[in-house]
């Protein structure tokens, strides 16, 4: 038989997904995988039960349902300032994950340089490398997270075409301040370089931190591609609906890469989902404010169990250091197998998430009920003793 394709020769399993089945081998409790375990909005369940009946049923347009980009350009409005025109910038995707996909497809070309901040979410380098593209890492130093700006400008120097930027980040649950959105602006100006924005977090933001579109600042709305979804916002992870928006000339070339991906996002979902995107802005006050109650309760539980970890700004993570916990020449994935085998907590190894070689942090998430992390900060008493 002849060979497979060399592009994908080198790519293993999601980690991430890995982890959650492990984490169910051992009856673990999954704080790897992030989704949540508390239910949607009852006003969007309460939709889909009507819709179950009422249809849509069958395709809706490829780029998505009319109703559905009217509902998403106006939220996007509201909150970043900027009119989206639901017709010519916006489509609807099966997922962040192919909204991600479809932009790196409609703008770079095989041999094309993608920068990518590290640590990233897993999936950024292998876009950049189905897409025949080839990944350029700039790291961002713990705790803060921050980055050189002679480094990006190294890379933006060597021909980049494109940046990923998570805002807020995943894992590092990074808010990007002001200045060095101002930075990655000037930066991609200079060099004329695309910037992939994943948004997927602008709703959970940590006080004092402020999510700041990149697309409103001076010179970025052409370049700036954003790419998010509802699933953390609405906890729908399940449904796969994402978006992409951007300038009319590059929506025109996502619609078409959209188009021969998946066809269309879930009718019925859609047509469910439009309730969530009229909400007012009572429920991102709420969203927020359950949020950080999670991460407060669970950070206090980590700092009174001893344990060493970066605060995040944002998003629903945290990224703990287990150097002291690790056997002499043990791998953070082997410790996390551990860690889920005879603790009964799943995390994922932050390895993972790293071009550089660290080894030393897990990321755990904390978008669950109280009494399931409760349930978890007692079984990680045991950390110590394993």
């Known amino acids: 038989m002849r060979e497979l394709s060399s592009r994908t020769a080198t790519f293993t399993d999601s980690v991430i997904r890995r982890m959650t089945r492990i984490s169910n081998q051992y009856d673990a409790i999954n704080l790897s995988q992030g989704f949540p375990n508390f239910d949607p909005p009852k006003e969007i369940l309460q939709r889909l039960s009507e819709v179950a009946f009422e249809g849509p049923h069958q395709y809706a347009l490829t780029w998505g349902a009319q109703n559905f980009r009217e509902a998403l350009a106006d939220k996007q409005a509201h909150f970043s300032g900027q009119q989206v025109d639901p017709d010519s910038e916006i489509v609807v995707t099966c997922g962040s994950t192919e909204a991600m996909m479809a932009a790196m497809m409609s703008i770079v070309n095989p041999g094309d340089r993608v920068v990518v901040f590290s640590p990233f979410y897993e999936n950024y380098g292998a876009d950049a490398i ?34 990923i930027l998570c805002n807020p980040a995943n894992p590092s649950g990074k808010v990007f301040s002001k200045e060095e959105l101002a ?23 940590y006080a004092p931190y402020h999510h700041e579109y990149l697309s409103t600042y001076p010179g970025m709305r052409a370049r700036t591609i954003i790419c998010s979804s509802l699933s953390k916002t609405y906890s729908i992870t399940g449904w796969r609906l994402g978006y992409v928006i951007a300038s009319p000339e590059i929506i025109d070339r996502v619609k078409k890469v959209h188009d021969f991906l998946t066809v269309g996002a879930a009718a019925p979902l859609m047509e469910a989902a439009v309730v969530g995107l009229r909400f007012g802005d009572d429920y991102y006050a709420e969203l927020t404010a359950h949020y950080t109650h999670m991460r407060d309760l669970f950070l206090n539980g980590l700092r009174h169990l001893g344990l060493d970890f970066v605060e995040p700004q944002g998003a629903y993570y945290v990224m703990v250091d287990v150097s002291r916990f690790m056997h002499a020449g043990e791998t953070d994935l082997a410790f996390c197998e551990r860690l889920a085998e005879k603790v009964g907590v799943g995390a994922v190894p932050g390895s993972s998430f790293f071009q550089e070689p660290v080894n030393n942090f897990i990321r755990f998430h904390f978008a669950k009920q109280d009494d399931t992390l409760n349930d978890a900060l007692t079984r990680l008493e045991k950390i110590k003793h394993i």
């Open 130 to 163: 189905l897409s025949g593209a080839v990944p350029v890492y700039v790291p961002l130093e713990p705790p803060s997270f921050s980055f050189d700006a002679d480094k990006l400008e190294a890379a933006f120097k060597s021909g980049a075409k494109a940046l």
């Open 183 to 205: 930075t990655i602006a000037e930066l991609a100006i200079k060099y004329d370089v695309y910037v992939i924005t994943d948004e997927v977090y602008e709703h959970i933001v």
